[in-house]
């Protein structure tokens, strides 16, 4: 079949899905049958037409996290990975010429992003996670993925790779303490991450609806599991390490500026912050800065994934060392994309997911 079907956002708070003709690849590029796609936290202010990612675009096809088998190949393509070989895409399409490409930090100067910043009038519109098939430029990171775990495990790669990147700025030494605010898959993403790489104590906050995301959380190895609204943490971590407090604090909570002035004083003296949850351009009230200088912290921020974590996000996957069932989550078809979205949000009534991701079925 030559036709296919794809997600599509209006940047309205508006989504259907549409029918295109499966596109041959652009030149030097390929064509991706895409097998499963992660949803994201950020997929619904998409929805919205926030924009929060450089040259976002609507009409588009959205979905950044994703996973699919290289279908065909430009005459002129020059990607040595043969037809059939199952990926993982790098959302970045990066130029590979500017300092931020040379320094090897997240954010191309002129990058280009996947599910973002390709609109519906260009091409065959076809260039998010979010259709059956998709098209990729010439240039474009691939990192093969294995094939004993399903697709809907491995959109995994994605949070991962980021969770790599972010580690390797922050550092995280065998046997220190971490606590990560926000136990959504993003959080989950970095405590299995974290468990693997040998951390000491790891603890994880959320609030009194994240009870599903706290049970995932502790079968991934955090040691311990802190409701804000119903415990105070500082007492709590203090309790777990002996007054010692945490040497690295991760902020992930979404939305809420409350938790940077906790982070701050859940890090020890001499420990280290990295801010990755994003709080919509919020100003941080009650956030005491000479603490951060008496404290002697380092503060980093987590902006994305780099080519080389993205490679080993894939590596890790193939060498089978995360629980990657656990983060599965809701898996969903292209048809339930309302009822995807309403997880995604957790507006389903008594349901919540640690993870919603859709799967794209082929006959082939
Ligand atoms: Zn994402
Ligand atoms: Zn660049």
Redesign the pocket.
């Known amino acids: 079949m030559s036709e296919v079907r794809a997600g599509v956002f209006f940047g309205n708070g508006k989504f259907d899905l549409q029918r295109f003709t499966r596109p041959s690849p652009p030149p030097g590029g390929m064509l991706l049958q895409v097998e499963a796609v992660?949803m994201?936290?950020?997929?619904l202010a998409q929805l919205d037409g926030v924009a929060h990612v450089p040259g976002e675009t609507s009409p588009v096809v959205p979905g950044?996290?994703i996973v699919g088998r290289i279908f065909a190949k430009a005459d002129d393509c020059e990607s040595p990975m043969a037809v059939g070989t199952r990926v993982a895409v790098d959302q970045v399409l990066r130029c590979g010429r500017c300092s931020a490409c040379q320094a090897q930090r997240p954010h191309c100067e002129n990058m280009r992003v996947y599910g973002y910043g390709f609109g519906l009038d260009e091409g065959a519109g076809l260039w998010g996670g979010y259709g059956e098939y998709m098209a990729l430029k010439a240039g474009t990171h691939l990192a093969p993925l294995p094939e004993n775990i399903p697709a809907a495990e491995l959109t995994l790669f994605?949070?991962l790779s980021s969770a790599i990147n972010w580690f390797d700025k922050t550092g995280l030494v065998p046997g220190e303490t971490i606590v990560i605010q926000g136990p959504g898959h993003m959080g989950l993403t970095l405590t299995a991450l974290a468990r693997t790489m040998g951390a000491g104590k790891i603890v994880v906050t959320g609030m009194g609806s994240d009870r599903l995301r706290f049970e995932a959380a502790l079968a991934l190895g955090a040691d311990a599991v802190v409701d804000i609204e119903d415990k105070d943490v500082r007492e709590e971590l203090a309790a777990v390490t002996h007054g010692a407090m945490a040497d690295v604090v991760v902020d992930m909570a979404p939305g809420s500026t409350a938790t940077i002035p906790l982070a701050v004083e859940l890090a020890r003296p001499g420990g280290r912050i990295l801010l990755a949850g994003l709080k919509h351009f919020a100003e941080v009230e009650g956030l005491v800065s000479d603490l951060i200088v008496l404290k002697d912290l380092s503060v980093f921020g987590g902006a994305g994934m780099t080519p080389a974590s993205h490679r080993r996000a894939a590596e890790l996957l193939m060498a089978g060392q995360l629980p990657t069932d656990v983060l599965r989550g809701e898996v969903y078809t292209l048809d339930q994309l309302d009822l995807a979205l309403d997880m995604l949000a957790r507006k389903v009534p008594g349901k919540d997911a640690v993870r919603v991701g859709l799967v794209h079925q082929h006959d082939n």
């Open positions: 992660g994201c936290g950020s997929d950044h996290e994605e949070p």
